[in-house]
T-cell receptor, first 114, second 114 residues
Framework: AQSVTQLGSHVSVSEGALVLLRCNYS??????LFWYVQYPNQGLQLLLK??????LVKGINGFEAEFKKSETSFHLTKPSAHMSDAAEYFC????????????FGQGTTLQVKP | SQTIHQWPATLVQPVGSPLSLECTVE??????LYWYRQAAGRGLQLLFY??????ISSEVPQNLSASRPQDRQFILSSKKLLLSDSGFYLC?????????????FGPGTRLTVT
């Protein structure tokens, strides 16, 4: 069975500081991995996805993530946090059962301090 | 381009009352459709998914049901709401059954059961 673990339910950074949100996956097959962002009272928006084309994936809003097979990780980073980045972030792995399901982590709330 | 709609945006219902939430997708054919729930302070819980008209799979036992009467319409229902049904309900769609496809989310419905 596949799973995703997001380390740290809350992360706080200062504006302008590096953002690092951690995601580790478990999968018996080559994984497809996704990061989503959710602003309060809104749906989820896709930030980026890894589908084996390149290990470093660039997404929207200046975010990127690096797939590391040896570490089974797919951490999300942004060099300089902006106040507008405050939101909840979800990591997900595509289910291998041909249902199109995504298996989500529990989410990480990012707080950005001025 | 594709869009996904959910309504209503907010709903306050008494315990024991019925429920009907609707989700429609525009701009694509034969999408996979999903219903999720987010309880306060918790992650995403997949409730139902559908790979075609009349094909519904349930992920968790509960007093909710789902139907797909048309290709791009997905309805979440209950005959009698419980307090524990309160939460933020999200509908999503994807283009295929492979785990490589991202899901696109609607704006959500905030349900409060009183």
């Amino acid at each position: 069975a596949q799973s995703v673990t997001q380390l740290g339910s809350h992360v706080s950074v200062s504006e302008g500081a590096l953002v690092l949100l951690r995601c580790n996956y478990s999968s018996s097959v080559p994984p497809y991995l996704f990061w989503y962002v959710q602003y309060p009272n809104q749906g989820l928006q896709l930030l980026l996805k890894y589908t084996s084309a390149a290990t470093l994936v660039k997404g929207i809003n200046g975010f990127e993530a690096e797939f590391k097979k040896s570490e089974t990780s797919f951490h999300l980073t942004k060099p300089s946090a902006h106040m507008s980045d405050a939101a909840e972030y979800f990591c997900a792995v595509g289910d291998s059962s041909n249902t199109g399901k995504l298996i989500f982590g529990q989410g990480t709330t990012l707080q950005v301090k001025p | 381009s594709q869009t996904i709609h959910q309504w209503p945006a907010t709903l306050v219902q008494p315990v024991g009352s019925p429920l009907s939430l609707e989700c429609t997708v525009e701009g694509t054919s034969n999408p996979n459709l999903y219903w999720y729930r987010q309880a306060a302070g918790r992650g995403l819980q997949l409730l139902f998914y559908s790979v075609g008209i009349g094909q519904i799979s349930s992920e968790v036992p509960q007093n909710l049901s789902a139907s797909r009467p048309q290709d791009r319409q997905f309805i979440l229902s209950s005959k009698k709401l419980l307090l524990s049904d309160s939460g933020f309900y999200l509908c999503a769609w994807s283009v295929g059954v492979s785990g490589r496809y991202e899901q696109y989310f609607g704006p959500g419905t905030r349900l409060t059961v009183t």
